[in-house]
């Protein structure tokens, strides 16, 4: 039996947990039984009020330095979500010949790979949040998918990815829940390089840190973290709070908006909040921090942040958005949409993180890529060979 060709299709590269989760899919499937290729709409993206080639990616160096082929259509960003010009849909009709499945990172792509003149190859969507509603045309484009028999499996990243989305019409059967992983060599308590991290960002060895670790987005809620962090920095004279991603330095003039709207009349307190934008060494981030947190609103389903933070032994904090309640229980907190309850779990977190040590120990396996990789791994072998099962089994 042959090797089996897959095709994965973004609608661009740019920082983001999905990418970085789906690159770390490809790279681990790589090899003598599947054949990874990656086709990019964009080859450039604007977000967050940062201008991203995809030459300079991180996921984007990873995967070619891993000898998998990526080739972009190079469109507009400006241009009609579904108007493709011939050039481009011969251009992935090429892709897509070359394949035998397709992964859809995402629903979006599905505008271009449901076009009726292109190689008719079984689709994997890839889902990766919990507002179907809430992603403009490109549900439709899923249903629509589904409906024409291009898209024969989901592979949801949480559990209320899968209600959501079987609440919005896809069917039962085709939702295939694969729980997110992270590379556990890489993402575990390390003091050395906790050591050092802190020093270069002037955070005194006693002293808590607090890492916000998103791109800039509206569901995201940058305000209502700043306004924690104005909280926090006050009862605390000796607290450091960073923010990473996208977005997040002092260039993006909303977020500058953000912070002085945030802090008010006590700016000073500013001083000890530090942008970092997109970070190449996130574990070392996440090392030097005693508490990862999120202020989500919506969208949210697995986030990658509390998983990498708690692995490399911060302590979570979250609000109840997806599963990330489930992520953390029993090794954080989860909090209502309040600044000073916020600001008062942090300061808990910190100061008991050793009792939560012995729980996130516990809990490495469950978050293993390993287990998630082989999970997709067989998931599109039977997608390949039209055996998709109602569910994957529990062990995978």
Known sequence: MGEVRVLSVYEGFFSGGARILHSDVVRGLHGSAQRHAVLSVQGEVH????RQRMEDDACYRSLTGAGIEVSALRRSASGSHD???????????????AADVVLSLKEQPLALLNHAGLP?????VCLHRSDPHNQGPAL???????AAGRVRACVCCAESTRDAYAAAG???ELLHVVPNGVDLLRFRPDPAVRVRL???????????????????????????????ARQYLRRDPGAHVLLCGAGMTPENRELAADVAA???????????????????????????????SLTSSSGEAAPLCLIEGMMCGAVPVTTDVGDSASLVAGHGFVTAPDAEEIAAAWAE?????????????????????TRMIAAYGSLIEQVHHGVAPARLPETL
């Open 83 to 97: 108007a493709f010009s011939a050039s481009e849909l011969a251009a992935t009709a090429r892709a897509t010949a």
């Open 140 to 146: 439709d484009a899923l249903l629509d998918g589904i």
């Open 349 to 369: 977190a910190a100061a008991g993180a050793d009792r939560f040590r012995p729980a996130l120990e516990l809990s490495r396996e469950r978050f293993s890529r």
């Open 120 to 124: 008719y190859r079984p689709v994997v």
């Open 47 to 50: 977000r967050e009020a940062t």
């Open 198 to 228: 802190r020093a270069a960002l002037g955070i005194a060895p006693g002293a808590p840190a607090v890492v916000f670790a998103a791109r800039y987005a509206a569901m995201k809620d940058v305000p209502l973290f700043l306004r924690s």
């Open 262 to 292: 945030a802090f008010g009349g006590e700016p000073w307190l500013a001083d000890r909040l530090t942008l970092l934008g997109v970070r190449p060494d996130m574990e070392a981030v996440y090392a030097a921090a005693d508490v990862v």
């Open 170 to 172: 896809v069917p039962a």
